[in-house]
């Protein structure tokens, strides 16, 4: 089984995506983390993020697996907390924005999938990587209450609103981009999640799965 969850930076996909796979005993796949990974490896490299083919070349050579619990591996290595630095959120939105970057990365994507059943969670799996998925969500909350939950998350509730600015500005960068856009598919059901806890957004998810539309 394949259930495809998409939407904006920090609508909460990961927590969910992670929590129903669990459920279903389905493995997680975090695709923005192969994103992440890609754009700490130029980085580190000196590779510049506007470089497509720079950056596309890194992407296909870099080994980019999972351990067992869904946390991504760099060339064997555990990519967190580095993929998770302000300097990756600041450019992970031009690196995944390059055409040929995706052309390595969806394959490895579908690679995963291949092995067993997954949760995927990203921007464009319902449309682009997995478009014949059992079943896809669409989940959305406000900038304002994304912003807030990131930051308690942080524990830096005085930055709420950098963080906001900072989420728009992604937001913004991965609708408009020219290749595989945050839009969502139409078959794909959209979960509102403001004032919703996790526990409650993943009860309707399981419940939809399971057919009991309550
Ligand atoms: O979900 P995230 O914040 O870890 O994703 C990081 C970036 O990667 C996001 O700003 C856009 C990009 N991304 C993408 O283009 N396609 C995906 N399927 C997942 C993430």
Redesign the pocket.
């Known amino acids: 089984m394949i259930i495809a969850i998409d939407g904006p930076?920090a609508a909460g996909?990961s927590t969910i995506a992670r929590r129903l796979a669990s459920a279903l005993d389905l493995a997680f796949l975090d695709?923005?983390?192969m994103?992440?990974a890609v754009t700490w490896a130029a980085l580190e490299r000196d590779v510049p993020t506007a470089d497509a083919e720079g950056c596309a070349r890194l992407a296909q050579e870099l080994d980019l697996d999972f351990d067992p619990e869904g946390r991504i591996l760099i060339d064997g290595r555990p990519g967190e907390p580095g993929i998770r630095s302000s300097a990756v959120d600041d450019a992970?939105?031009q690196v995944?924005a390059h055409p040929a970057v995706r052309r390595a990365v969806v394959p490895k994507q579908r690679e995963v999938a291949e092995r067993r059943g997954v949760v995927a969670e990203?921007?464009?799996?319902g449309t682009v990587?997995f478009p014949g998925a059992d079943h896809k969500f669409f989940l959305v909350a406000s900038a304002e209450e994304r912003a807030r939950r990131r930051a308690a998350q942080i524990g830096r509730p005085e930055e709420q609103a950098t963080i906001e600015a900072a989420l728009r500005r992604?937001d913004e960068l991965?609708s408009t981009r020219a290749d595989?856009p945050l839009v969502r598919a139409d078959d794909a059901v959209l979960v509102e999640t403001d004032g919703l806890g996790v526990d409650q957004v993943v009860e309707a998810l399981l419940a939809h799965v399971r057919g009991v539309r309550s």
Request: aromatic share 6%; proline share 0%.
């Open positions: 930076a996909k695709t923005g983390a994103y992440r992970v939105s995944s990203g921007r464009d799996i990587v992604r991965d595989s």
